[in-house]
């Protein structure tokens, strides 16, 4: 069984700002690790995805995440926050072979103070 | 690429109808869709996996009978909701995985802008 646990359900930060948003996972096998966005009243899209190649994952928007296995960790960041940047934010896992579903953790909704 | 459709964006609707919802990859074959239902500041919570030319898997406590899932082609999966009433208004998003991926946990789902359904 997997499971995503995202740390803190609302983060604010002043414009500029570093951005840092939790996730840890839980997995039996080797996890695919995702980050997706949300805007209101509109789908996900995704942000970077971990897949065993290199721990540190870079994705769009100046967004980056760290993959710590021994943390079973895979927290996002961004060194400086725009205002743009406030929506919801979801980790997910998958793994296993043929493992189709995601599993989502409860979100974290980011603020943005001018 | 890799672009989902989800129409209509938006529906209200009496009490006992039925609606249909439908979700189609424009650039793209899908054979494996998702359908989540998302509430009010809360996570997705997946309903079922369509799959293209066979029935839909639900996930435990969700009422195929209620939620009807239909993958006919390997552009379009529709899920109806049939007899709506209030408490089904929600939020239902679908995602799609591109054609050969399916067998990849590793590749990500395409997901499209959802759909708020009000149930009056």
């Known amino acids: 069984a997997q499971s995503v646990t995202q740390l803190g359900s609302h983060v604010s930060v002043s414009e500029g700002a570093l951005v840092l948003l939790r996730c840890n996972y839980s997995?039996?096998?080797?996890?695919?690790l995702f980050w997706y966005v949300q805007y209101p009243n509109q789908g996900l899209q995704l942000l970077l995805k971990y897949t065993s190649a290199a721990t540190l994952v870079k994705g769009i928007n100046g967004f980056e995440a760290e993959f710590k296995k021994s943390e079973t960790s895979f927290h996002l960041t961004k060194p400086s926050a725009h205002m743009s940047d406030a929506a919801e934010y979801f980790c997910?896992?998958?793994?296993?072979?043929?493992?189709?579903?995601?599993?989502f953790g409860q979100g974290t909704r980011l603020t943005i103070n001018p | 690429g890799a672009v989902v459709s989800q129409h209509p964006s938006w529906v209200i609707c009496k009490s006992g109808t039925s609606v249909k919802i439908e979700c189609r990859s424009l650039d793209f074959q899908a054979t494996t869709m998702f359908w989540y239902r998302q509430f009010p500041k809360q996570s997705l919570m997946l309903m079922a996996t369509s799959n293209e030319g066979s029935k839909a898997t639900y996930e435990q406590g969700v009422e195929k009978d209620k939620f009807l899932i239909n993958h006919a082609s390997l552009t379009l999966s529709t899920l109806t909701v049939t007899s709506a009433h209030p408490e089904d208004s929600s939020f239902y998003i679908c995602?799609?995985?591109?054609?050969?991926?399916?067998?990849?946990?590793?590749?990500?789902?395409?997901f499209g802008d959802g759909t708020r359904l009000s149930i009056l």
């Open positions: 995602s799609a995985r591109v054609i050969g991926d399916q067998i990849y946990s590793n590749q990500p789902q395409h």
């Open positions: 997910a896992v998958s793994g296993g072979q043929g493992a189709q579903k995601l599993v």
């Open positions: 997995s039996s096998v080797p996890p695919y």
